[in-house]
C-alpha cells in the first residue's frame, strides 16, 4: 500500500514535472513543532518511495518527527537553478521559524509518510 508521501509525489508530479523540493526536519513536542534541519533537492521523475526517502532523511544524522516539503518551480517549470534554491530555501526556515503554522502549506509528514497537519492550541 502508498504512503500518503508517494501518492504526493507522484500528483505533485504529473502536475509540474520536474520540481525543486524545499526538506525541513522537524521535532515535535506536544506543544511545538521545531526545525532542525534542512535542503534542497530537485525531483526529476516520481519514483521514490517513502523508505527510500526515509532512508535519506535519516542520513541526516538528526532526530526528527516530521518532515515538510515545499515545492519549488522555475519562472518556466522545472527544477529551479541552485543559486536560487539556495536563498529560498532561507527565505522557507525564516517563514516557518516565525509562524509553525507555515508547515501547513506545504506538505507535512511524519515518519511513516502519513500526512500531517498542525493546528494552533489555545495557551
Do not use: C
Not at 32 to 43: K, Q
Not at 50 to 72: C, H, I, N, Q
Not at 97 to 114: I, M, S
Amino acid at each position: 500500500m502508498k504512503t500518503d508521501f508517494e501518492h504526493w509525489l507522484a500528483a505533485q508530479f504529473a502536475e509540474t514535472g520536474p520540481f525543486t523540493i524545499f526538506i525541513l526536519l522537524v521535532q515535535i513536542t506536544p506543544t511545538r513543532a521545531v526545525p532542525s534541519r534542512s535542503s534542497y533537492a530537485h525531483l526529476i521523475g516520481d519514483e521514490m518511495t517513502w523508505p527510500e526517502m526515509r532512508g535519506l532523511l535519516d542520513s541526516a544524522r538528526t532526530p526528527w518527527d516530521g518532515v515538510a516539503f515545499f515545492v519549488g518551480l522555475g519562472h518556466e517549470g522545472g527544477p529551479l537553478p541552485d543559486p536560487v534554491a539556495a536563498r529560498r530555501l532561507k527565505d522557507v526556515e525564516a517563514d516557518v521559524k516565525a509562524d509553525p503554522l507555515t508547515l501547513n502549506r506545504g506538505l507535512f509528514f511524519d515518519r511513516e509518510g502519513r500526512h500531517l497537519r498542525i493546528d494552533e492550541t489555545a495557551a
